[in-house]
Structure formats: C-alpha cells, structure tokens
C-alpha cells in the first residue's frame, strides 16, 4: 500500500486512537489512579497526532487527510458524548 496515500491514513487514524485507548485504560487500571473516562478517550484521539506530524514531515499530504478525517470525527463524537452529559 502507498505510504502517501488517504485510505492508509484513515486505517492509521482509526486502529491508533482504539490501541492507545486500551493501552492507557490498561495503565490506569493497573496503577490503581482513577482518572476519568473522558480523558482517557480524548488522549487516545490525541494520539493521533503522532503520525500526523510523522506525515507532515515526509510530506506525505494524502495521508495527513486520511489521518486527521477520523481525528476530526472522534473529536466531534467525543464532544457531543461528554460535553452534552454536563448539561
């Protein structure tokens, strides 16, 4: 698959942001701090900043666009989940 292209960004922006919320659910479990949900999911969506800047680098802008799509769509679903549970 090309490297500089959208569908491998989307795939990259899509697993990235589900591993590295297991992985930090996984650390916050077994450190036994009690952190709050909403912030563990946003810092998985955060995560995806990583390879963003990596492609922005090399130049790659096909698969910035692949990357920050499902970003962009995490973010809007994040706010909407727990912005409107304050209200």
């Known amino acids: 698959m090309n490297k500089n292209s959208m569908p491998f960004g989307l795939i990259l922006g899509i697993i990235i942001p589900i591993v590295a919320f297991g992985l930090l659910y996984g650390l916050e479990a077994a450190s036994g701090k009690d952190f709050k949900e909403q912030t563990i999911v946003l810092l998985a969506i955060c995560f995806n900043l990583i ?3 990596i492609f922005n680098k090399k130049k790659h802008i096909q698969s910035m666009r692949g990357v920050i ?3 962009i769509i ?4 994040w706010a909407l989940h727990y912005v409107l549970k304050l209200f």
Do not use: W
């Open 74 to 77: 995490f973010a809007f679903a």
């Open 51 to 53: 390879p963003f800047n």
């Open 69 to 71: 799509l499902p970003t």
